[in-house]
């Protein structure tokens, strides 16, 4: 059975992005940023909601391409691209870069996914983990602390019916006061 990982950056009142989708709060260090490409390196499969997709597939493609791109940006555009992917979306109708798309019903493909053998899978935006959320199929949450309060936007949390009782499983700290927590779910 597959492990489902929630990881996001977070500002620290709990936002994965301000108003108006806004992510510049959350540019990583270069410490963080070899952080993030190591784990899409070891991600056996990625699951996006529609808005998150397009944000990284309007980049990341071709990043490794542009103009005085770094090492660490080509190998995670790299690392990026070669990753399988899930989009979950029914108003996208196409997807490229090693990614299929979902039409359907989220929590059932999400629970059918992790059924599966494979390595550990990645959930990434807010609508499709809040629902994963919901359902009680999130095994670990890796929250990025900012020191950043942005005052609103998309929460990383949703309202849930029961409590989820978790367990610190790592805590590290980046440059410029950003906090790694990771949790897996207490079953």
Do not use: C
């Not at 410490?31 to 899409?40: A, K, M, N």
């Not at 990625?46 to 990341?60: I, Q």
């Amino acid at each position: 059975m597959r492990k489902l990982a929630f990881a996001m950056n977070v500002s620290l009142d709990g936002y994965i992005a301000a108003p108006g989708d806004d992510l510049g709060w959350s540019v990583p260090s270069d410490e963080l940023f070899q952080w993030w490409s190591d784990r899409v390196g070891a991600t056996g499969l990625a699951l996006y909601g529609r808005k998150l997709w397009e944000t990284m597939s309007a980049d990341w493609p071709t990043a490794d391409r542009q103009p005085g791109v770094t090492p660490a940006h080509v190998e995670f555009a790299h690392r990026w691209r070669d990753m399988p992917k899930v989009v979950f979306s029914s108003t996208t109708r196409t997807v490229d870069w090693n990614t299929r798309l979902v039409i359907g019903d989220a929590v059932a493909e999400i629970t059918r996914l992790k059924a599966e053998e494979g390595g550990p899978m990645d959930i990434g935006g807010a609508t499709l983990a809040r629902a994963a959320m919901r359902s009680g199929l999130i095994d670990e949450y890796v929250i990025v602390s900012h020191p950043v309060l942005v005052g609103g936007g998309t929460p990383f949390f949703t309202a849930l019916d029961h409590w989820v009782k978790l367990s610190l499983v790592e805590a590290r700290t980046f440059p410029e006061g950003v906090v790694l927590s990771r949790y897996q779910t207490k079953r």
